[in-house]
């Protein structure tokens, strides 16, 4: 895994290059893109209808930044898996989920 932490742009774009030369991508490489369980998932797709920009940015739908409630300036967590082609782009609300599931299991669920 290679992992890394970028903000999303006003028009959506996130320019972390160094997970997307991690993973192979160059301008033009096409992706398959979609929203599930309030992270963002892109594949590797040769069919994909969305593309790895020509300056080697990740371009995130509308469609999928507004289900994550993603805007711009927002940070995210990046996890890339090269060997499998796959990105999953983690939006703040659920970093909060999985860091207060791990506090809980730590911390006895919230009791001192």
């Known amino acids: 895994m290679v992992y890394g932490l970028a ?7 996130i320019a972390d290059r160094t ?3 991690a993973l ?4 033009g490489t096409r992706l398959h893109i979609r929203e599930g369980s309030g992270v ?5 797709d040769r069919q994909g209808v969305f593309t790895v920009t020509g300056q080697g ?26 060997p499998e082609g796959l990105l999953v782009v983690h ?10 599931a791990v506090h809980a299991g730590v911390l006895g669920g919230g009791q001192e």
Do not use: K, Y
């Open 24 to 27: 192979g991508w160059v301008p």
């Open 57 to 82: 940015h990740l371009h995130l739908p509308a469609a999928v930044r507004h289900r994550c409630g993603l805007t711009a300036g927002d940070r995210v967590l990046l996890a890339a898996n090269p």
């Open 91 to 100: 939006p703040p609300a659920a970093l909060d989920a999985m860091v207060v």
């Open 40 to 44: 963002i998932v892109v594949r590797l």
């Open 19 to 21: 997970i997307i030369r």
């Open 7 to 13: 903000a999303i742009d006003i028009s959506g774009r």
